[in-house]
């Protein structure tokens, strides 16, 4: 194309662009309207919709209308009625209403006068019924002191019967013993002459059946001898014969004949002459036989006669025995020292609201319960008293066990002077989802989430444990104790190996595993033959559930505790004073954790529990075992001892004994906290995440405001002082307790780690030269851990939370070592003056219950979300109810809950299956608005519930009023649910072969994960099926 036609083109294109856009700016001008047709558009509207209004105007208008002259007509038919009225009327409408006002007004009175001698009846039947109560206790009183002189008498006269029974005894045994003996010397002897008699003949028989048999043996060789000689001759004769040539042949064969059949007689006698002999020779064997058989069974019964003597005399022999070893144990029994009892008390505290003591987490606060808490007490008394007792919570503060010696002290039903600071011995278990604001000290009362000091929660814990104690002592009678030892596997791991392994490559090595796993139980039977309870100490911690799960439970160790106890007929609710007591108590669980699959990252309330179950389970197996092989043991038997002292671990001077550690001084540290205390534990629980675990002190890296308690406290960085501004315990109690020469308890108020604890137990064996020595952490006081020099100097959680400084531990094992050696002596040891209470009790920010109230329509109780059934074992049924606060009734020995199963074969009633202590039950409360609360249950059907109909019931209390300040209990009650047999899946047939689809089914199948059963699943073959057909089922 030439380059001049280029610019032609472009102007045709650009007038062609010019047209079709002036065509269609024209069509656009004829599509918009004028002016004119958009007014008349808008008259239109406007006009249309005038009138709509007008027509609903004027509808509107005529219903006014309508509705006046109804009140119109309504008014007059009014003022007729009253124009009808006269006062005549009104004045009768008038007198009877006063009338009937006079006649209630005395029905009143009348009511008032017989409700006033009802009460006055009431008052005087009560006070005959006090008196009554008052003469049968005074009875009971002289009953049971009458009872116990004859008791007393009966079992003096008993140890005279059975000494007299044990002489009478044992000179039968002599008598009989000399008896037999002289009878098993004349058997023996008949015996040796019937041997010697029986040998003799019988070797008589053998040498006369020798010389027979050699007789005709020579009988014999001279017979064939002879014939044989005949032959020859008789053949030399035919010789000769044959020789002579005159001899006719017939006479030659006359004589062979002749002679042949003389040899033929000869063979004939000879055969006569073996059947002779061989018919001899047997009849000789079967005399000799019969003979031998006669004597065989004539010696048989003989021995069978003596057998059966001498079984006779033997067990004659072991009935005096057993009589004997009977009496022996009656009179053991019976002259033995020991006396044992065990009680237990609901301590749960408050439901709500309350912050938890362990995690320091400040969303953790009490929303209900999972498990409820109990004190579980052992008294032990023989020349002198110990109380155990185990409690289901988070600490043992200096202030608990003050005011539990106080109470005790001052308890009616025990003898002044019988418990005190000495002989008193509390150990906590360490669950971290107890109710905390148990202490005087601000350190451990005022961190989050707790609010400073909770009086009801310290009320309710310490009256709990009072009541554990005195049951026990009352309960007390003669026992005996057993002891056996086993190893728990699966329930525990090391949490800071890192700190473990700095220990000396030579300590450790004496050791198989890296915490303890070795369980040590008590088992303690009545003499009675009844069982009274166990105690076991196995080391770990009860940090199963996290620090999210906000409802109160035991952890591992409470659940084993009530499954133990369920198991031998303790059903808490029934609240019998003398009941079977399981106390799984705590150890040396400084640094053991019980999450054995590996640190916990994130919520998950489910696998909690299931790692929880698999923990409980663990030391639940073993102490089944133990408990069974205790009770094969010999008792222990023995005095009961115990020592006690104060010790201020501000500033305990080390001997050069002790002095270990020479770049440390010779004594320990004020109480102080370091950084990596902050840092919480991979394991269990971070606290501020920022903070690594292990951070030690360098002179160059960290600055110090504290430079004395710096260098004192060595590797760790303190982070507060806490002792020196009286925030945390430093004058804190030790306790040594020995029964006989045979078991020791070794009480201390920290959390000692594995390595700590072995040495320990090690210093009290050394001296004490006892084997069965148990550490029991967390008793009568608490302040922090307790490592060794070496774990210290790893500044990991533990070791920053050793309040004392790197020489604690030494200094604990001096401590001892004097307990030790003051028991003894019999001496009581030095000790410092008690402790003060702390200023931390008057500090709370607690808000009580003002008023609950319910939204409107409904009643405290009233369900709000109903239960949706059928269910099946394994599915969850859950309940919501209108419900009050739960701090206005903790309800101690009580429950908050019921499960209801409905027994027809009982007449129709419904019967309890579980409470609030139950594993397998929840009770949440929330707060819905300001004053109204919500209580959410749920229960867990357990695989193996009976099918029938169940309902659950809620136990509560409510303040209606603010002004009253009174409580008010209600009740309330789901539907009837019904619990079905959980179904079978149906097998699949197997289709006929074509384009096939492959449809795979889950099937459970057990292994072992995380040292516990799970359920996986794993996959079945394919199973193969037309894919036609599996369209048709689904379109259907």
């Known amino acids: 194309m030439p380059a001049n036609d280029t610019p032609q083109i472009l102007e045709s294109q650009l007038a062609s662009l010019l047209r079709q856009l002036g065509k269609r700016v024209a069509c656009l001008e004829a599509a918009v309207p004028s002016p004119g047709q958009l007014e008349d558009a808008t008259a239109v509207h406007l006009d249309r919709h005038c009138a709509d209004i007008e027509h609903r105007l004027v509808l509107k208008l005529k219903e006014t209308v309508a509705t006046r002259d109804r009140l119109q007509d309504e008014a007059r038919e009014t003022h007729a009625v009253l124009s009808s009225l006269t006062t005549e009327s009104l004045a009768r409408v008038h007198d009877s209403h006063q009338a009937r006002t006079q006649a209630l007004e005395a029905q009143l009175v009348a009511e008032h006068d017989r409700r006033r001698v009802f009460e006055s009846a009431c008052e005087t039947q009560w006070q005959q019924l006090h008196m009554a109560i008052e003469l049968v206790k005074a ?361 473990y392994n700095a220990n000396p490559e030579s300590e450790r090595s004496k050791y198989e595993h890296d915490t303890d796993k070795e369980m040590v139980l008590w088992r303690l039977d009545g003499l009675d033959g009844f069982p009274i309870g166990m105690i076991n100490w196995f080391a770990v911690h009860p940090t199963s559930m996290g620090s999210w799960f906000t409802l109160i439970t035991g952890d591992n160790k409470g659940y084993a505790s009530h499954v133990f106890e369920r198991e031998q007929g303790n059903h808490h609710l029934l609240d019998r004073p003398r009941s079977f007591v399981a106390a799984f108590a705590q150890s040396n669980e400084g640094d053991v954790s019980p999450n054995i699959c590996g640190p916990r990252h994130c919520c998950n309330e489910k696998q909690d529990l299931t790692r929880m179950l698999q923990v409980a389970e663990a030391q639940l197996s073993t102490a089944r075992q133990l408990y069974v092989q205790a009770a094969s043991a010999p008792p222990v038997a023995g005095a009961v001892r115990v020592v006690h002292q104060f010790v201020d671990y501000n500033a305990i001077p080390l001997s050069d004994k002790w002095h270990v550690y020479k770049e440390c001084a010779p004594t320990t540290s004020p109480g102080c906290i370091g950084v990596s205390m902050l840092s919480g534990t991979t394991f269990d629980g971070r606290g501020i995440s920022a903070i690594p675990e292990g951070l030690t002190w360098g002179r160059g890296d960290w600055l110090t405001l504290v430079p004395q308690a710096q260098a004192d406290q060595k590797e760790k960085i303190v982070a507060f002082p806490t002792a020196a501004y009286g925030m945390s315990p430093s004058v804190l109690p030790l306790q040594l307790a020995t029964i006989g020469d045979a078991l020791a308890i070794a009480a201390l108020p920290f959390e000692t780690t594995t390595m700590a604890g072995r040495r320990l137990r090690a210093t009290v064996q050394a001296i004490l030269g006892i084997a069965d020595v148990v550490v029991a952490g967390l008793a009568n006081a608490y302040c922090g851990y307790m490592t060794t020099r070496e774990e210290y100097a790893v500044q990991r959680y533990e070791g920053a939370s050793t309040h004392f400084g790197p020489n604690q531990l030494v200094a604990t094992q001096q401590q001892f070592e004097v307990l030790a050696s003051a028991l003894q002596r019999r001496e009581a040891p030095p000790t410092c003056p008690p402790p003060t209470q702390g200023f931390a009790t008057t500090t709370h920010w607690h808000t009580p219950v003002i008023q609950d109230a319910v939204p409107n329509g409904v009643e405290f109780g009233d369900v709000a979300v109903d239960v949706q059934g059928p269910f099946h074992p394994g599915q969850t049924v859950r309940v919501v109810f209108h419900a009050g606060h739960p701090k206005n009734n903790l309800r101690t020995q009580k429950t908050f809950l019921e499960v209801q199963a409905w027994r027809p074969d009982l007449g129709g009633v419904w019967v309890l299956t579980a409470d609030d202590a139950s594993p397998d039950t929840f009770y949440h409360w929330k707060r819905v608005g300001v004053r109204t609360s919500q209580v959410t249950v749920e229960w867990t059907i357990p695989v193996g519930t009976l099918p029938g109909r169940y309902r659950i019931k809620h136990h509560g209390d409510c303040k209606p009023s603010w002004a009253k300040h009174e409580t008010m209990s209600y009740e309330g009650f789901s539907s009837a649910f019904v619990v079905e047999p959980r179904p079978t899946t149906p097998l699949l047939v197997v289709a006929p072969m074509g384009k096939e689809a492959a449809v795979s089914t889950p099937v459970a199948t057990t292994h072992v994960s995380c040292d516990a059963p799970v359920v996986a699943k794993k996959r079945r073959p394919s199973i193969l099926l037309d894919h036609r057909q599996l369209f048709k089922k689904a379109t259907v």
């Open 139 to 499: 009875q009971c009183d002289a009953f049971e002191r009458t009872e116990h002189a004859q008791l007393r008498k009966w079992m003096d006269a008993q140890t005279t019967r059975h000494a007299q029974l044990a002489d009478r005894y044992a000179a039968e045994i002599a008598d009989l013993r000399t008896v037999a003996s002289g009878r098993l010397e004349a058997v023996e002897a008949t015996l040796a002459d019937k041997t010697a008699l029986l040998q003799a003949a019988h070797t008589t028989l053998e040498k006369v059946i020798a010389a027979e048999i050699q007789k005709r043996a020579a009988g014999e060789v001279e017979l064939r001898t002879a014939y044989a000689s005949s032959l020859e001759k008789l053949h030399e004769q035919w010789r000769l014969e044959m020789k002579t040539a005159g001899m006719p042949h017939a006479a030659a064969i006359a004589t062979l004949q002749a002679n042949v059949r003389a040899v033929g007689d000869v063979h004939r006698a000879q055969a006569q002459l073996e059947e002779r002999q061989t018919e001899r020779h047997s009849q000789l064997l079967e005399s000799q036989q019969t003979a031998l058989g006669a004597i065989r069974r004539d010696v048989e019964s003989r021995l069978w006669q003596l057998e059966m003597q001498l079984k006779t005399t033997a067990r004659d022999c072991q009935v005096v025995q057993t009589q004997v070893r009977t009496v022996e144990k009656t009179l053991a029994l019976f002259s033995i020292g020991m006396r044992l009892g065990a009680g237990i008390y609901d301590i749960t505290g408050p439901a709500a609201e309350v912050g938890m003591f362990g995690y320091a987490k400040a969303h953790q606060t009490t929303t209900g319960i999972h498990m409820r808490l109990r004190a579980r007490a052992f008294v032990f008394e023989e020349a002198s008293t110990l109380a155990f007792v185990s409690v289901d919570t988070g600490c043992i503060t200096m202030a608990i066990s003050r005011e539990v010696v106080a109470r005790l002290t001052a308890h009616p039903k025990i003898p002044q002077g019988t418990f005190s600071t000495t002989n008193v011995l509390l150990s906590a278990t360490h669950t971290h989802c107890a109710p905390g604001g148990l202490s005087d000290f601000l350190i451990y009362s005022m961190h989050p989430p707790l609010k400073g000091f909770d009086k009801q929660n310290f009320e309710c814990i310490v009256s709990g444990i009072v009541e554990a104690v005195a049951r026990a002592y009352g309960n007390l009678q003669p026992g005996v104790i057993r002891v056996a030892r086993g190893n728990c596997f699966g329930a525990s791991v090391n949490r800071s190996v890192e700190a």
